[in-house]
C-alpha cells in the first residue's frame, strides 16, 4: 500500500454546529468543502481531519490529538469556550480529553517522554 493521505473522520448529527467548534479547537476553518455533508482540514502534508454529517451514527468517533503543551492548550480552548477535562499522567504523556457537541471524544497529549516498545 502506497498511503499518499489519511483523514481521520468523524461523524456529526449538525455539520454547522461541528463545523464551527472544530474552527475553535483547530483556530482555523475548514480547507475544503468536497459535498455538503462533508467539510475537511489540512493538517499537514500527509493528513488531516474530516467531518460529515450522518446522524445515525454520529459520537462514536475517537481521536487523538499531539499537542506542544497540554496546559497552553487548555488556556487556548478555555478560552473559547471549550473546558478540557482533569489531566491524566499516562505512561508516556500527559493527557486531557474533552467531547465534541457530538459526544465524539478529543484526547490531547503531549509528545511521548520516551520511547514507545516495539508491536
Known sequence: MNLQKIYTALLTADLAAAEGWYTKLLGRGPDYRP???????????????ALSADSEIAGRGVMFLIVDDVAAERRRLQGLGI???DDIEGD?????QVRDPDGNLLTLATPPSRPYPPA
Open 35 to 49: 459535498m455538503d455533508t462533508l467539510v475537511q482540514w489540512e493538517l499537514f502534508d500527509q493528513g488531516g481531519v
Open 83 to 85: 473546558v478540557l477535562e
Open 92 to 96: 508516556y504523556s500527559t493527557l486531557a
